[in-house]
């Protein structure tokens, strides 16, 4: 519809939001982390940094997946958001590393805080900045179902967790707790890690051609093996990259069905995925009823009907 901006469009207005936002935070965090000498400040402070490498290649990343087909790509380039997801992950992982190793000098050689306020009000700014940016991109992520969005808004969702840890650390380190600093370091490290593992195994599926879950591949197969005409579905196969989904089976039919006939139910079956799975792209391959190929995985042979998995709804 006109006037709706399309989802590349959506996707690059999220990735300049969190480049501008990086950028803000960083300036704040390098004056903060001057005044104060804080390990935690350090560790908030390495992190927006690679939020902003992250950011800027989520930018180009989305700008890539977000054109169609062509003639070297014709799957499209939906994995190149995968490839930026993983691009972050491995940023993540080293800022985890950078901060633990900090953090454990600072344990073993204790040093004060200096000027704690310094840190606790840039710190209150980065969570009011950082909660405008995760709102939004939650809004865009879920219109797009982009995994780089996705997975840039979980970055700085962490960032919002990790600075109020920071501002713990400070007022602790100003009542004279000065080893709530490095140990509130190795928190936000550990937290780095976790979150590193979330959106890494995320990247990696797509990467891999990871199956859809479990009940919505049932769901699927409920919905073809009841069609009228249809005696069985096997070799499913389904995927996701970027926003696309792929779904491709065989079908069994009345081997004495002329091929018009068969052709006439594949378009049937299609158009039954289609309408409850919008943009799917699809490949039914028709066999005769009882034909099975060699290669064939044994479990997959025969739709196995499961009364918990509710039909999908069309949209």
């Known amino acids: 519809m006109n006037g709706v901006p399309s989802r590349g469009t959506l996707m690059r207005r999220a990735a300049i939001a969190s480049v501008a936002a990086a950028l803000l935070l960083l300036v704040a965090k390098v004056w903060a982390h001057a005044e104060t000498g804080s390990v935690a400040i350090l560790g908030s402070l390495a992190d927006t940094g690679l939020d902003l490498i992250a950011s800027l290649v989520t930018f180009f990343a989305v700008r890539v997946a977000a054109e169609p087909a062509d003639r070297e790509h ?60 995760v709102v939004y991109q939650r809004r865009i992520a879920r219109a ?32 004279g707790l000065e080893g709530a600093d490095p140990v509130f370091g190795l928190a936000i490290a550990a937290w780095f890690a976790w979150t590193a593992y979330g959106g890494g195994r995320r990247a990696v599926d797509m990467l891999m051609d990871r199956e859809w879950p479990e009940l919505q591949r049932q769901q699927l197969l409920n919905m073809v093996a009841i069609m009228p005409d249809v005696h069985g579905v096997h070799e499913l196969r389904t995927r996701r990259a970027g926003d696309q989904d792929f779904v491709q089976f065989h079908m069994w039919v009345d081997p004495d069905l002329t091929v018009a006939e068969a052709h006439e139910i594949s378009d049937r079956v299609e158009a039954a995925v289609l309408k409850a799975y919008p943009g799917t792209e699809l490949l039914i391959h028709v066999d005769p009823r009882g034909h099975m190929d060699d290669s064939e995985v044994e479990e997959d042979h025969f739709c196995q009907i499961d009364p918990e998995a509710q039909l999908p709804s069309a949209t």
Do not use: C, W
């Open 74 to 133: 014709r799957f499209g380039h939906g994995k190149a958001e995968a490839i930026s997801a993983l691009f972050q992950v491995m940023l993540i992982g080293i800022s985890a590393l950078a901060v633990a190793v900090q953090a454990v000098r600072r344990l073993i050689d204790p040093q004060p805080v200096a000027a704690p306020e310094a840190g606790i009000g840039v710190s209150l700014f980065a969570i009011l900045v950082t909660l405008l940016l």
């Open 144 to 175: 797009t179902q982009s995994l780089a969005i996705e997975t840039d808004r979980l970055h700085y969702q962490s960032d919002l967790a990790l600075n109020v840890a920071v501002i713990a650390a400070l007022v602790l380190a100003g009542f």
